[in-house]
């Protein structure tokens, strides 16, 4: 049997499938976020600990280990000594301390001199702002550290004593997409030229290694590719949407258009001369969620209050920008937040959970649309879970769905250990949907009327947000 781990933010994730790709057994535990005046932080020795604990669960299939591959949240910094060891706690992608940071390249013309060079829009939770801001604050926790990791490269590490990062992690912010390797003028403009030294060596192609019981594992892309090689999206013009906390947009490209508005990234693949233009929203189902808490509605109740109300929620319409840290794809906004209009005492609460819904199916579109999807698209995350979604999803993007359940990211993780490997596996077979949702025609037609209505909406919103 072949293993992916996918250490999430939140959850620690180990799957088994079969040659055919089909799933024999998940393990699964929590981890914690140290949340605190914006600061996010996480515990690597609970992180790695819970990383053991899932591979031993797995133990009990019974079944010999072919292979491993590893998959887990990118961006933050994870400060380690030479053995691997944590200097101080993780700190998180959701971390918000650099924010003043972000602003101040803003307002100077950093932020947009990386994002030429590189095709990297920072955020206050990426690598390059959270070094910079520990270099001021906390350089003692720099001179501690061996290397600055990604979460996946420290477990790797752990594992298997080996010290690398892979192309995608590195693509933000630092790697020319050109050369796979750092770019020195982009750290020095980030005033860490001397911190050049903590920066984890790229290996391209991947890193492998063997866990200590002799299973070869590599050292895999990080979630959102990953999760766009278990979706089967690598040819050009493709698209993966993860509908998630937070919303993902990626789409297979072998181009690197580094005009128009700085916003995403690049990110290399493990296949030279392929990138996945990605548009990493903060909106996702956590506005949702906001909503069904403050109106008192149940998860499962979603599905029936969609077919209660009307395309269009009865003229309800939703910015569904909750975020506290504004957006960050497929446009910069630090100050945007989300707005309610054409409410009234006859609005409905399956109005408002319409609304928010179409929203951020909006916001997807925006996205994907901003990421050049020509191709199919695939769908992922907790959000598929909801059928009537989905084919709102469906009528609201004006396109066809190919719907990917399961363990997405491990999946990936495991075809990309096995192409790096050279170990042969059925791809179509591994990244089959579990179903496939069409528009209504005439549904579709209304919602691309109304996409137009709500990116006129957001223009006012953000030039308010501007003004705030």
């Known amino acids: 049997m072949f293993i992916g781990i996918d250490v999430g933010t939140s959850v620690v994730k180990a799957a088994a499938f079969d040659a055919s790709g089909a799933a024999l057994a ?32 797995l133990r009990t299939v019974g079944e010999e280990v072919a292979l491993v591959g590893l998959t887990g949240q990118g961006d933050g910094v994870w400060l380690v000594d030479e053995s691997g060891r944590p200097v101080r706690p993780a700190i998180s992608w959701m971390d918000g301390r650099a924010h003043e940071m972000v602003g101040e390249w803003l307002a100077s013309g950093v932020f947009e001199s990386v994002f030429r060079r590189t095709g990297s829009a920072m955020f206050p939770g990426c690598p390059g702002p959270v070094l910079a801001w520990l270099e001021q604050h906390e350089p003692q926790s720099l001179d501690a550290a061996a290397t600055a990791l990604y979460c996946k490269d420290m477990v790797f590490q752990r594992l298997t004593g080996l010290r690398a990062t892979d192309v995608s992690d590195a693509s933000m912010p630092f790697l020319d997409p050109h050369t796979r390797s750092y770019a020195p003028d982009v750290v020095d403009a980030l005033g860490l030229s001397h911190r050049s030294g903590l920066l984890p060596p790229v290996a391209d192609p991947l890193a492998t290694g063997t866990l200590p019981c002799g299973t070869p594992i590599a050292n895999g892309p990080y979630d959102l590719p990953a999760c766009a090689l278990g979706a089967g999206v690598t040819a050009p013009g493709d698209g993966l949407l993860i509908v998630g906390t937070c919303l993902a ?57 969609l077919a209660a109300t009307p395309p ?24 945007l937040r989300a707005e309610l209009s054409g409410v009234s005492l006859e609005s409905t609460k399956a109005d408002l959970i319409r609304a928010t819904c179409e929203g951020i199916a909006f916001a997807a579109r925006h996205c994907l649309d901003a990421a050049g999807l020509t191709g199919t698209l695939a769908i992922c995350g907790g959000g598929t879970r909801s059928p009537a979604w989905m084919r709102l999803f469906a009528d609201a993007l004006g396109r066809e769905l ?31 949907p579990t179903s496939v949702v069409a528009p209504d025609p005439e549904r579709a037609a209304y919602y691309a009327k109304a996409y137009e209505e709500h990116l006129d909406r957001l223009a006012a919103a953000r030039a308010r947000a501007r003004r705030t």
């Open 26 to 57: 998940v393990e699964s535990r929590p981890v914690a976020l140290d949340i605190r005046g914006g600061h996010v932080e996480q515990d690597m020795d609970e992180v790695y600990d819970a990383v053991v604990d899932v591979l031993g669960a």
């Open 402 to 432: 190919r719907i990917v359940e399961g363990e997405v990211g491990a999946r990936g993780a495991v075809l990309a250990s096995a192409a790096r490997h050279g170990v042969e596996l059925d791809v179509a077979s591994w990244t089959a």
């Open 312 to 335: 269009g929620a009865h003229g309800v319409h939703v910015l569904p920008y909750f975020a506290p840290s504004g957006e960050r794809a497929p446009f910069v906004e630090p100050r």
């Open 249 to 305: 947009s990626l789409v297979a490209t072998r181009d690197v258009d580094l005009a128009g508005e700085p916003a995403g990234l690049y990110i290399s693949t493990d296949r030279p001369g392929d990138f996945l233009r990605a548009m990493p929203a903060m909106v996702g189902t956590a506005a949702l969620d906001w909503v069904l808490a403050t109106t008192g509605v149940r998860h499962t109740e979603v599905d029936a209050l």
